[in-house]
């Protein structure tokens, strides 16, 4: 299990690498990335720089990782997720989930993006034409985290 | 003393990041503390009102308006967050 915050980019096909070798219990990687987006509430982007609560957020990554590893079978888990400033296109967060089967690598990999939108302290600032904004929360974002709790 | 934290959108509005504040008797509560802050006017005045939406922890963990707090703690207040 591994939680990782920094600025430079991340290369999946080699993090999915290093989880499965030397595992051979793995039978299952389920992946999500987060990338930046052209547009945003109508608004063209430019750039957007990512701030976070420096030990903080890897503490509140690790304890979802680990409410995660209480529902399913999670023999390996890894989240990065980068800060700092981050143009369209750009990678800004990656969650990597193993298991024995595909059921419970999917399910844990979007349990764990699902928390993280909404419990790991990090904010978006973007750049866009009319000048500089702070991206606010999305209701959307607390559903998708609601609807595991049943 | 404790350590305040300020982010985001909050740190602007605010003008700072972090600060040391010596715990005035009588506030042992993160809702105590958030009214004490309050009462500094201004733009704390408008940030720390009862109606914004503002989450916040304390040593780290997220906290609550009756979470305790005492000398020596770290206390982070911040808008909703967005990362992801």
Redesign the interface.
């Known amino acids: 299990m591994s939680v990782r915050i920094h600025e430079q980019d991340f290369d999946v096909s080699a993090e999915m690498a290093a989880m499965r070798k030397d595992n051979p219990k793995i039978g299952a990687i389920a992946s999500f990335v ?1 990338v930046v987006r052209d547009i945003n509430e109508g608004d063209s982007v430019a750039t957007m720089t ?4 420096p ?2 957020t890897e ?1 509140a990554i690790t304890e979802i990782i680990d409410q995660a590893r209480g529902r399913w079978e999670v023999l390996d888990a890894l989240v990065i ?1 980068r800060v700092g400033t981050l143009k369209p296109t750009d990678q ?2 990656l969650v990597i989930v193993a298991s024995t089967h595909r059921g419970d690598a999917f399910a844990a990999c979007e349990f764990i ?1 699902d928390f ?10 973007e750049i866009t034409p009319q000048g500089a904004r ?5 209701v959307a ?1 607390d559903q998708a985290a609601e609807r595991w709790k049943t | 003393m404790i350590t305040l ?1 300020y ?3 909050l740190r602007e509005a605010l003008g700072t990041g972090r600060e040391e504040l010596l715990l005035p008797s009588g506030i042992n509560t993160l809702g105590a503390l958030r009214a004490h802050l309050e009462q500094r006017g201004d733009a704390w005045a408008k940030e720390m009102a009862a109606g914004r939406n503002l989450r916040a ?1 304390v040593n ?3 906290a609550m308006a009756d979470t305790p707090i005492k000398d020596g703690d770290e206390v ?1 207040f ?7």
């Open positions: 987060g990512l701030e976070h609560y030990g903080m503490k997720h800004i967060v993006m993280l939108k909404t419990r790991a302290p990090f904010w978006k600032k702070w991206v606010d929360a999305r974002d | 934290l982010f985001a959108r922890a780290q963990s997220v982070a911040f808008p909703p967050v967005t990362g992801g």
